[in-house]
């Protein structure tokens, strides 16, 4: 299968092709980048070098293929829909575009137009563990944010029992690759390293994304932590009535026993009691654990991911996997590093 | 008025040193360490090259002075307070011995003996922002821990407005020297660097303090970041009435108005919005910063300190300015670094 | 063919672990080790949960098996290779016993009992690039150090060449990983973080290594730098002759052409100008690249690799691999994370 | 004395405001930055918050006083010489307009104009430790840059007393804040962080300060790493004669055994063997140490200080302090933090 790469010059667009590259099933047909029309991809992610010959191109070269992945900026997959669903049959999303199916609920997060609701309600939700029937022989696939995957991944299985009672806090911390590549004060490294930086406390577009998902409400406050890569949400939940963590763990397994990219991490060492993103990057797994409180009202959901891989291309390519029936692990068995 | 600092081979303790070195009415006389006896400060802290030519020494050694700084391990302060009681007509102690005033609140944290009730009703709390008038001449002083330190300071004016309704979340991140000096599997550096790692999600011993000193429940979480200094805390408050940020704000400043030592942050730029840690390094400053979710029912309010200095041995030495009736500043006056 | 590990508790260790557990022509047959004996892998390595059952045996539980890969402290694989070699067939040693071929080279830099010549002349350089044909069939294999192995692939094709005039300075600068899994004083997080300590000014043990493989004599600067993966190193060189650039990657060109696991890097761009060791983590990648100063005087050779992998566990697999006349890059595929 | 701070928006800048409000003899009476003009100093810095109600205002607004510190880009100081000399009788510049008095030197490094002959004749080398009787009085100063005042202290007793055979190389790591306040790709975060980048690995231009300053031949590598503080400098040297480390250590401290800012590093503890930057962030400390191998042919020179402060801002300060007759260490007591 043919698979093309539009917007291949950022981060998430690079490990889409990191993957595609390595994937069995797929050849990497071309990769896009109006900036770095001509030059080679390792000019650009230099891991990539000798791992392919492509060079970019612009946008304007891509031919027809199998499948095309979307790797822009929120606001351009909206307006190239017609054009990259001509190109291929397949089309998967890593934009904000066709993620919120609900009008209202999208104006409260984004400016700008929407997005057209004959081609949104052709999108499938990228969430394997919630939608995979969905997924088969889907042709338009949008993948959630990474920070509203680890979040649904940790929430669903609780808020599917009815065991929430209220809102939830997310507690987001996340490395500086979510930013993207475009360099600014912020990202400045004399000024991003070491930060600890609550650049959101209320009100991230992502909260839509979980809610919607979840059917809960939800308070999510986003703090800017020292990592490139990774994404840790902590979830601060008041169960609906006495549970035991006997019985949590129980809602959990019986959720996600069959997921290969799932994983609870129920250890007695601190060190590795609750999931952390380090040990994840590269790697297309979201970590699960939990805490209860021995008055058993407070519970703390604790979820990890690469942001760019189970948060992005990796979760992309995954969605991929199912819509064509193929091995879902397939281009996606690295495990993760220890120590790193 | 002479200094001496038991326990300085720590890092608490070092900190102490570092401060009285520098102190214009102090002068330091001994420091002790079982384990550097005999060495040069320098030779455990690199930054007292050329700072100090003193030599470490036993704690049998210590000779009588004005005050002491116990910078011990919990336990040894109750232990060892009739000897120090009698070094020295003042005793900053650093340790959580003489921190909490009611036994069961005690029980419910700590193991091991409990402190002497007579000894303990004589140590006043080091908080000079809720109890400067109690420190005033004091002769015995407990100074608080370093993340109690910064809730403590977070939550206190709401709390004392009546503005919070049921528990407060307060989520703690912690650099890696709180932990200490002695090496283990945990502060290995390959396991440490970059952790994300949630230590404690419930029941940390600060919780006890941080109630006692506000007076409403707390629910604790604390998270072990990348960084080696710095402790910040973000409170999760439902305000128990409509407030607005601006009566919040007023609240804040009729507060801390005239304190040298706390800083309320309102900044307009993401990028130094609400407090963070890596600025107040070598500092003695607890950075303040608040914001209210638009719906009003979901306040977070950050506060930011270095751990070793406003959450140590920083807040020691402005007891003892109060206590001893000098500038509060004197020998505090380190304004932190940027970049950094 | 069925493997095992020994001392597979460790950082080396557990890296040889993580390859077999992928290689398609390996089946991770037991892991020991001493301390963990009867724990799951994951709880020691946390990066391999879900991806084997095994538990730690110890060593005397060890089964016969293909080939057995040694991961132990130096100088237990010279005291164990009577009963290792009879367990299985290959063996592949990462420790320093079998490498130095040369008495007294060798007592120059290590202390305590030699090898065994007899034992010691059966072992094959796991160099695959100096000694690949050494290297096909081959029943023991001795893998270089880290920095040695960097600094070989550096330097040899210019002293193959006659090309280096006097002694050459390797200036390696190592991660934290490279001190193995026991934490001590120089490991604690908060002396270790931020590190740029010249803990080896001269005569590291690797110096031994480089001067035998390259013929040219060599001194050795070792600064251990932020980071927990990676090892670089940036080799001084006067030229023996005049010679230009491009003839200088004529030579790199003719040494490394067909090297799978060699990349010669040579871009103008500053940020990747010269090779760096971040995007290299978790591959089996050396990267090099050189600069030669107008004058033509001073040449900068700079290697960088992931210490633990080509600079151990992946080089050892790439040596089985050529032993057992499989695809070389078997298990190695891995291509490394842009940004990281 | 009245001081006004010229280009206080940028880092060097920021740091020369920190230092002169802290400053007893000092009064800090103006703050320039074209781009952030009409703001308060803290929304840049923001260590600065609460230490001064400051704002910035444009180079026109600037009125007499009584001395102005120029930290502007490089050719600007040039550009501003006669007005700036009006504005203040005391010119202390912090960029490279002024260090070099060769003009044919000067050209192979720099492009552009060259300063005018007259005023270049007037300003004095800020280099207290070997210009002292210069600057006692001095008019106008200019300070060399952080890489090059860390190498010229680390080899000026040891070509002064005519020990240095052929070229010294000078290997120099630096942090991220040296590269200034403008973002771009090389500084962004994903991109810098965790680097080991050999950014310039011949003719870096403080090569022909330290070569004007020492009078003997450097090749000098320049390479990024993971800090936003902090230069280290590794000098490499050929002794021309048979010297002993005892004899070294002995030229070394007649050099510096009564300067305030430079300290001799000679612990037997790997630890802290050598100097290194972290310790030394905010001090204006240069640490120095040395290794001599046992052939005695190579010699190990290594320096560390604060890029911003003893490499720029606090060195300003001190040429002040003997420039106005003042205590050389007025302002300049901060002893720097352990751990960090």
Redesign the interface.
């Known amino acids: 299968m043919k698979a093309s790469v539009i917007g291949g010059g950022g981060?998430i667009g690079?490990e889409v092709v990191?993957l595609l590259?390595?994937h069995p099933e797929v050849e990497l047909a071309q990769v896009t980048s109006t900036r770095h029309s001509g030059r080679p991809l390792r000019?650009v992610?230099?891991?990539?070098?000798?791992?392919s010959d492509l060079t970019y191109v612009t946008d304007d070269e891509v031919r027809d293929c199998d499948v095309v992945f979307l790797a822009m900026p929120h606001g351009a997959s909206m307006k190239g829909v017609d054009r990259w669903s001509s190109v291929a049959p397949v089309v998967v999303d890593l934009s904000a575009d066709f993620r919120l199916t609900d009008h209202a609920r999208r104006e409260r997060y984004y400016r700008g137009p929407a997005p057209d609701p004959i081609w949104l309600s052709r999108f499938q939700a990228g969430i394997p563990e919630l939608n995979r029937e969905g997924l088969r022989g889907a042709s338009h696939i949008a993948v959630p944010g990474c920070m509203a995957n680890a979040a649904i991944l940790a929430l669903h299985p609780l808020a599917a029992a009815g065991l929430v009672d209220g809102?939830v806090?997310v507690?987001a911390?996340t490395?500086?690759?979510g930013g993207g590549?475009?360099?600014?004060?912020?990202?400045?490294?004399?000024?991003?390293?070491?930060?600890?930086?609550?650049?959101?406390?209320?009100?991230h577009r992502h909260t839509a994304e979980i809610e919607q998902a979840c059917g809960v409400p939800v308070?999510m406050?986003v703090?800017a932590?020292?990592?490139?890569?990774?994404v840790?949400v902590?979830c601060?939940i008041r169960p609906s009535r006495t549970v035991t963590e006997r019985e949590l763990w129980s809602v959990y397994r019986d959720a996600y026993r069959d997921e290969p990219f799932v994983?609870l991490?129920r250890?007695r060492?601190?060190?590795?009691?609750?999931p952390?993103?380090?040990?994840l990057?590269?790697t297309n797994f979201c970590?699960i654990g939990l805490?209860l409180?021995?008055a058993g009202d407070?519970l703390?959901v604790?979820a990890?991911l690469d942001n760019l891989v189970k948060g992005g291309a990796g979760n992309a390519v995954h969605c991929l996997n199912i819509a064509s029936g193929w091995d879902e692990t397939a281009g996606l068995?690295?495990?993760?590093?220890?120590?790193?």
């Open positions: 981060y690079g990191r590259l390595q000019a992610h230099p891991n990539l070098r000798d791992q809102a806090l507690d911390r490395g500086s690759s590549r475009t360099p600014d004060e912020g990202s400045h490294h004399p000024e991003r390293s070491g930060a600890l930086r609550m650049a959101k406390p209320h009100g308070q406050s703090t932590i020292e990592a490139v890569r990774g840790q902590a601060h994983r991490v250890e060492s601190a060190l590795h009691r609750l952390e993103p380090k040990i990057s590269g970590d805490a409180n021995s407070h703390v604790v990890a068995s690295f495990a993760g590093l220890h120590p790193v």
